[in-house]
T-cell receptor, first 114, second 114 residues
Framework: KAGVTQTPRYLIKTRGQQVTLSCSPI?????VSWYQQTPGQGLQFLFE???????NKGNFPGRFSGRQFSNSRSEMNVSTLELGDSALYLC?????????????FGEGSWLTVV | DQQVKQNSPSLSVQEGRISILNCDYT??????FLWYKKYPAEGPTFLIS?????DKNEDGRFTVFLNKSAKHLSLHIVPSQPGDSAVYFC?????????????FGKGTLLTVNP
C-alpha cells in the first residue's frame, strides 16, 4: 500500500511569488492535514480537510490556503511568499477524522524562499 | 502557550540500555497521544499511540506509559539500538467534534551510541 505522497520534494521560490504543493493520501484515507515544520517552531498545524471541506485551521495568515478534491487528494497554496515561509511542509492522512485515527505523514516538501 | 512539552531537547543512551523519552501536556481535553520518530529530511513515522482509557501500550521494543493525573506520558525503548537515533515527537489530540488536529511537542533528539 503506497504511503502519503507529496510533490515536489524540493523547491526554491523568490519572495513575493506563490507556491502550490500537492499531496496524495494513502488509498482509502479521507482526512488530509498539513503541517509546517521549522527549526524554531517545530511542527505546527496548518489545516485539515475531510470530504473536500476544511474542518480546522491553525494560526496561520490568510496567505496559506488549501483545498481537497473529490478523490481526497489535496493541495496547499502559499501566496506572496516571505523569507519566513521557508520550511518543511508535511502532509498527513488518516482514514477517518478525529482522535483515535492514526495520522500518517508524507516525506514533506522542502520550500526555500530567497 | 505550549500545550505539549518535551523538556529534554536531547538524550544520549548506550546501545542495549533503556531510552526513556518524556512528554508533559497541559490541556486536560487531550485524550489521545501518539509518538512519532523523525529522521532528517523525512516525514515523521508513526511509532505508537495510547488512548486516555489506558495507562500502558506496548509494541515490541516500544512501550508508552500515560499518567493522566500528572498529565505526563513517556516512551520507553528497550533495548535501544543505534538505528533508533532520531528526533522523537510526542503529539496529542482531543476526541470528539470536528476540531481535530495534532499538537506536537518540540521533539527530543535521541542518540544511541554503539
Amino acid at each position: 500500500k503506497a504511503g502519503v505522497t507529496q510533490t515536489p520534494r524540493y523547491l526554491i521560490k523568490t519572495r513575493g511569488q506563490q507556491v502550490t504543493l500537492s499531496c496524495s493520501p494513502i488509498s482509502g484515507h479521507r482526512s488530509v492535514s498539513w503541517y509546517q515544520q521549522t527549526p524554531g517552531q517545530g511542527l505546527q498545524f496548518l489545516f485539515e480537510y475531510f470530504s473536500e471541506t476544511q474542518r480546522n485551521k491553525g494560526n496561520f495568515p490568510g496567505r496559506f490556503s488549501g483545498r481537497q478534491f473529490s478523490n481526497s487528494r489535496s493541495e496547499m497554496n502559499v501566496s506572496t511568499l516571505e523569507l519566513g515561509d521557508s520550511a518543511l511542509y508535511l502532509c498527513a492522512s488518516s482514514q477517518g477524522q478525529g482522535a483515535g485515527n492514526t495520522i500518517y505523514f508524507g516525506e514533506g516538501s522542502w520550500l526555500t524562499v530567497v | 502557550d505550549q500545550q505539549v512539552k518535551q523538556n529534554s531537547p536531547s538524550l544520549s543512551v548506550q546501545e542495549g540500555r533503556i531510552s526513556i523519552l518524556n512528554c508533559d501536556y497541559t490541556n486536560s481535553m487531550f485524550d489521545y497521544f501518539l509518538w512519532y520518530k523523525k529522521y532528517p529530511a523525512e516525514g515523521p513515522t508513526f511509532l505508537i499511540s495510547i488512548s486516555s482509557i489506558k495507562d500502558k501500550n506496548e509494541d515490541g521494543r516500544f512501550t508508552v506509559f500515560l499518567n493522566k493525573s500528572a498529565k505526563h506520558l513517556s516512551l520507553h525503548i528497550v533495548p535501544s539500538q543505534p538505528g533508533d537515533s532520531a528526533v522523537y515527537f510526542c503529539a496529542a489530540s482531543a476526541r470528539g467534534g470536528s476540531n481535530y488536529k495534532l499538537t506536537f511537542g518540540k521533539g527530543t533528539l535521541l542518540t544511541v551510541n554503539p
